[in-house]
């Protein structure tokens, strides 16, 4: 059974930085495809970053240049740096994963994690 167990979440003023992880079980984190997304209250699941088997990181338009996911294959952990947060990036962030491959675009994957809260106030 593959879990994914998020933490690192927290209140921040904007302009500051968190760093989330997600532990991951279950499975062999390195060859499967792992992503944030994000949820803000009344909108859709959106992709912020995903790190694809090949290791190439890919991110949203919207946090390009200020957040960076890495991975760490020994500790089976996802990270998020996320740095010079807005108002805007408030959301419940969450971690997946997938055998495949993860379409930024798309809210899909096999495994999700179950949330760590996000909040940056101006």
């Known amino acids: 059974l593959v879990q994914l167990v998020e933490s690192g979440g927290g209140s921040v003023q904007a302009g500051g930085s968190l760093r989330l992880s997600c532990a991951a079980s279950?499975?062999?984190?390195?060859?499967?495809?792992m992503a944030w997304f994000r949820q803000a209250p009344v909108k859709e699941r959106e992709g912020v970053a995903v790190i694809h088997s090949a290791d190439s990181p890919g991110y949203a338009d919207s946090v390009k240049g200020r957040f960076t996911i890495s991975k760490d294959n020994a500790k089976a952990t996802l990270y998020l740096q996320m740095n010079t947060l807005k108002p805007e990036d408030t959301a419940m962030y969450y971690c997946a994963a997938e055998q495949f491959e993860i379409d930024l675009r798309i809210a899909y994957a096999d495994y999700w994690g179950q949330g760590t809260q996000v909040t940056v106030s101006s």
């Open positions: 279950g499975y062999t984190n390195s060859r499967y495809c």
